[in-house]
């Protein structure tokens, strides 16, 4: 049975996609996801795909808030670490946003492949930054595509729930 993590978080423009793909694959999928706690995904997650969270956010602010943020974000890269190995995960699929970077550096860390996801035309930070790292960034618009230098890109288009095509 293959092992999936999904880390999606924040808005529905992360986690609807990462929705999708996880209600298409095959139930003899074994999914884990993870989250930030306190944002949506805590709310619309079905507590099949056993969500955990981490604490992870953006580098803004001043030299001292983005310390804080980078600590953050080795600890939480080494809770993926971790939960990859114990879980034994065997592929990474994450949407983007913040939750993606430790997600992506515990993945590597762990020589599990990493498939991320951009929706949008223009790629946030973490997916311009952090899609170099991955095997693949699938992308919802071709228009992406010249965002992501040093990225090996695919053209999938958006993954939609079917609940949204009912």
């Known amino acids: 049975m293959p092992r999936l993590l999904i880390a999606a978080s924040g808005t529905g423009g992360h986690l ?16 884990s996801w993870l989250g930030v706690p ?19 956010g953006g580098l803004q602010g001043n030299g001292l808030q983005k310390l804080l943020q980078i600590l953050r974000l080795i600890v939480a890269s080494s809770y993926v670490r971790k939960l990859i ?4 995960v065997q592929v990474v699929f994450s949407s983007g946003g913040y939750i993606a970077a430790p997600a992506i550096l515990g993945a590597r860390l762990c020589g599990v492949p990493v498939v991320l996801h951009e929706s949008n035309a223009i790629p946030g930070k973490v997916t ?3 899609g170099r790292f991955c095997n693949v960034v699938a992308i919802g618009q071709e ?3 010249k965002h992501l230098f040093g990225s090996k890109v695919l053209f999938t288009g958006t993954p939609v729930r079917q609940d949204f095509l009912s």
């Open 143 to 145: 228009v992406s595509k």
């Open 16 to 31: 609807f996609p990462a929705l999708a793909v996880a209600n298409a694959l095959p139930i003899s999928w074994d999914i």
């Open 38 to 56: 306190n944002r949506l995904e805590t709310q619309i997650v079905p507590p099949k795909f056993g969500l955990r969270t981490i604490r992870v």
């Open 128 to 130: 311009r930054f952090m």
């Open 85 to 88: 190995k114990k879980e034994k």
